[in-house]
């Protein structure tokens, strides 16, 4: 099946940074990736669409300037978590659906702790 | 928009015995219908899915049922083992490509040796 990546697998850093994670599809393409937020022992939660070459895509109640989204290419979108605060610190998670069917693949996730 | 529910939310059962998770979506323009198995610390793993024009779909140990009358669908484990545990997911989706699923709150399912 389809292999989509994530860089990196967990990182910690101090509130009031930024920090990007990083969401490529190793073996196709994907103009649309969809990124995810999984708080402890609850659902994932679609944060926002990412499209390759325009702007994203956001769900309600996402902060558009907080959560910046950047397809760059074919195979990679960034998202990138502003002045990070302690409620910021969860699990995130990409996917892209491969060749313009419904079936997606997810990322192994980033767990992000901000102190 | 969709809205899935699944339930039940945790599930224990005897490791040869059967597994059953079961959710019901609302928006009747879904049609596909994937199952993704979640393990601790880890991304979800799609273990099988279904379109809305088959009713049943199996895969060895694994089954899904779709009932589109009713809009319900449910995942069938059998003869489960210890590393069937973990948590699963049910999720619906709509349109052609490149459609957002909608996840179910998930079924934690402890398999006992």
């Known amino acids: 099946g389809a292999v989509v990546s994530q860089h990196p697998s967990r990182v910690i850093c ?18 649309t990736m969809f990124w995810y937020r999984q708080f402890p022992k609850q659902s994932l939660m679609l944060m926002a669409t ?27 979108s960034t998202l990138t978590v502003t002045s990070a605060h302690p409620e910021d610190s969860s699990f995130y998670i990409c996917s892209a ?8 693949f997810f990322g192994p996730g980033t767990r992000l702790t901000v102190l | 928009g969709e809205n899935v529910e699944q ?14 998770i079961k959710c019901t979506y609302s928006d009747s323009a879904s049609n596909y219908f994937p199952w993704y198995k979640q393990e601790l610390g880890k991304g979800p793993q799609l273990i099988i899915d279904i379109r809305s024009n088959v009713g049943e779909k199996k ?15 449910s995942l069938h484990i059998t003869e489960t083992q210890p ?31």
Do not use: M, W
């Open chain 1, 14 to 31: 101090k509130s009031g940074t930024s920090v990007k994670i990083e969401c490529r599809s190793l073996d196709f393409q994907a103009t």
């Open chain 1, 50 to 76: 990412s499209n390759e070459g325009s702007k994203a895509t956001y769900e309600q109640g996402v902060e558009k300037d907080k959560f910046l989204i950047n397809h760059a290419s074919l195979t990679l």
């Open chain 2, 83 to 113: 590393e069937d545990s973990a948590v699963y997911f049910c999720a619906a989706s709509s349109g052609g490509g490149y459609q957002k699923v909608t996840f179910g709150i998930g079924t934690k399912l402890q398999v006992i040796p």
């Open chain 2, 59 to 73: 895969d060895q140990r694994i089954a899904v049922t779709l009932n589109k009358t009713a809009k319900h669908f």
């Open chain 1, 97 to 104: 659906p491969l060749g313009g069917t419904n079936e997606q």
């Open chain 2, 7 to 20: 339930h039940p939310s945790t599930l224990s059962v005897q490791e040869g015995d059967s597994a059953v």
